[in-house]
Structure formats: C-alpha cells, structure tokens
C-alpha cells in the first residue's frame, strides 16, 4: 500500500515540451508539496498545498504549475520545459507545515534534451 | 545563500561504531529541525526531529543533539548498521515574514561498513 504514490517515475522529453508529473496520497493529509532536488543534490521546496490551497510558492519560474483538484492530489506542470528542468521531483503530504513530518514519494526523475 | 548546511558531503564509519553527521544553520528563527535518510531511487524518509525547547532526542539508535548558540546539530547513530547506509538530509523550518519556512541541506551520504 504506498502512501505517496508519484507518476511517471522516469520522463524524458525533449525542450519546449508541456508535461505533467501527478501526485497521490492515501494518508489523509491535509498538507502536500513539491521538492526538486537538482544535480547540486540540493532539496528545495517549490510549492505547498493546504486543504487545495497554496500556501509556499517558492521562487519558481511560472512555467511550473501545481494543481490540486482534492486533498489527496497534488499534480505538477510544467510549461516549455528547458534544460535546467532536468531534476528528481518529489511529492511529499504531511497533517500540517513544518513541525509535521513528511512523507515523500519515490520520485520522478525529469530529463530534457 | 544556504541557510542549512551540510558541510561533509561524505562519511565512512566501521559498523558497531557511532556515527556521527553535523548540520549547521545560519537562520536564528529555525525552530524546528529535522533529519531525513534517503536510500538510492527512493524518497526521502522522516528519521527523527527535535524541536529549539529541546537540546536532545533520543529514538533506539538515533539521538539528535541541538546546540542553538551554535546554531548546530548532530545526528548520532549508535551502534551504526550496513542498514544505515544512506543519504541523511538535515532540514531546518519556522516562520519568516508571516510564512512557513522549510529549507533542506544537502545531504550527507553515510557509509557504514561491515
């Protein structure tokens, strides 16, 4: 039974491309987020989600998206993907912000060509 | 600007002996922190937390030390497992400006050997 459940994992395409990365969670949490972990290794948060609410907006560029059509989603698009896209996403749902712990999903790895 | 710092990007440690990953934080309203391990095609997991009330916490071989004048803290594994062997993220969060603040260090990947 997973928890975080992310697809694709792998997703390669090409520049200038839209795609789309989806997000479930069967936790029942009301908190969810997106992290890119670049190939610096740095994990940072792009976005979070509250009860379909955005509540952290990084500085992302706005090509990048997040739609959340109930509590459980949390879907990820991207617009005219460039190379510097090419990064592991990951989901991640907690109960709440911060102090709560956070449950992340396995990852999709994005390659642009 | 990287206000969660994981300065060994690397550690080597015998198995059966302590291990020892160090995070730094340059931000004084963190109040809370965090430590994730990461095992190769997986997602990060919650290891163990500790709140800026508390300079301990402990959780069976984990314990997790907070020095906040130093704005520091140290993961401890003892005794250290091959099981161990991963990528341990410390992660720092509190409020800035009316907002929740999360940020992540880097990583450092532990290398237990059997």
């Known amino acids: 039974d997973t928890a975080v459940s992310q697809t694709p994992k792998y997703l390669v395409t090409q520049m200038g491309n839209d795609k789309s990365i989806k997000c479930e969670q069967n936790?029942?949490?009301?908190?969810m987020y997106w992290y890119k972990q670049d190939s610096k290794k740095f994990l940072k948060i792009m976005f979070s989600?509250?009860?379909?609410?955005?509540?952290i907006n990084e500085t992302v560029p706005n090509r990048f998206s997040p739609k959340s059509p109930d509590k459980a989603h949390l879907n990820l698009h991207i617009n005219s993907l460039e190379l510097g896209d090419s990064a592991v996403y990951f989901c991640?749902?907690?109960?709440?912000?911060?102090?709560?712990?956070?449950?992340f999903g396995p990852g999709t790895r994005l390659t642009v060509t | 600007d990287q206000q969660v710092k994981q300065n060994s990007p690397s550690l080597s440690v015998q198995e059966g002996r302590i291990s020892i990953l160090n995070c730094d934080y340059t931000?004084?309203?963190?109040?809370?922190f965090l430590w994730y391990k990461k095992y190769p095609a997986e997602g990060p997991t919650f290891l163990i937390s500790i709140s800026s009330i508390k300079d301990k916490n402990e959780d069976g071989r984990f314990t997790v030390f907070l020095n906040k004048s130093a704005k520091h803290l140290s993961l401890h594994i003892v005794p250290s497992q091959p099981g161990d062997s991963a990528v341990y993220f410390c992660a720092a969060s509190g409020i800035q400006g009316g907002s929740e603040k999360l940020v992540f260090g880097k990583g450092t990947k532990l290398t237990v050997n059997p």
């Open positions: 931000n004084s309203m963190f109040d809370y």
């Open positions: 991640a749902s907690s109960t709440g912000l911060g102090t709560s712990k956070q449950y």
């Open positions: 989600y509250n009860n379909k609410e955005l509540i």
């Open positions: 936790l029942g949490h009301d908190t």
